[in-house]
Structure formats: C-alpha cells, structure tokens
C-alpha cells in the first residue's frame, strides 16, 4: 500500500499563485509515475500533469504555461506550482501514484486539496 498526504491549496484571487504537494510513504518501490488530477462539482476527476520516474512531463491543454509539476523520487514527493489561475481552476485537486509491480499496476489516491479560485 502507498499512502500519500497532500498540503497547499487554498483560497487565491484569479491571477494568483498556489502550491500543492504530496508525500507518498509505504511502498513507494516501482512508483512509475506521479500525477495530478482534479474535479469540480458536476464533473469528471480530469488529469492536470502527470510526471514519470524518468521525468517525462504531461499537462492538460487547459494548464499548460500556467503549472509546472515537479518530483523529487529520493524523497517521493510531488508538487505543482500554479501560476495565472482563473476561476475555472476551482477544484478538489488529487495527487495520484501509479506503480507498475510484477506486470500489474496499482494506482493511489490522496485526500483531496481544495482549490477556490476567485474572480
């Protein structure tokens, strides 16, 4: 099992910046990738960035040149640096850990972070 705990989040003004983070801990062996998701209310969680072990970077269109996802795999941490948010940005934002083990892959969840986003 990985357990991970997020921080950051919070309430900005639209134009601002906020940091989250996440610590995995447990059995962080084989962790392949690190992510990032997010939902607001009606509709489906959506992958914001995604980060692999090799340091391969995804974003969704909607974030790129705005966030920047980050990992450190000494530690198991992964962060996501958000710049110039809009409103439209205001979600539960959810750190995601996949692990690739014995050809199957386990998928990880955190808590959830709130982010607000005011115009």
């Known amino acids: 099992q990985v357990q991970l705990v997020e921080s950051g989040g919070g309430l900005v003004q639209a134009g601002g910046s906020l940091r989250l983070s996440c610590a995995a801990s447990?059995?962080?062996?084989?962790?392949?990738?690190m992510a990032w998701y997010r939902q607001s209310p009606g509709k489906q969680r959506e992958l914001v960035a995604r980060?692999?072990?090799?340091?391969?970077?995804i974003y969704a269109d909607s974030v790129k040149g705005r966030f920047t996802i980050s990992s450190d795999n000494a530690k198991n941490t992964v962060s996501l640096q958000m710049n110039s948010l809009k409103p439209e940005d205001t979600a539960v934002y959810f750190c995601?850990?996949?692990?690739?083990?014995?050809?199957?892959?386990?998928?990880?969840w955190g808590q959830g972070a709130q982010v607000t986003v005011s115009s």
């Open positions: 995601n850990v996949l692990r690739v083990v014995g050809g199957g892959t386990f998928t990880y």
């Open positions: 980060i692999s072990s090799g340091g391969s970077t």
């Open positions: 447990g059995s962080t062996a084989s962790i392949n990738a």
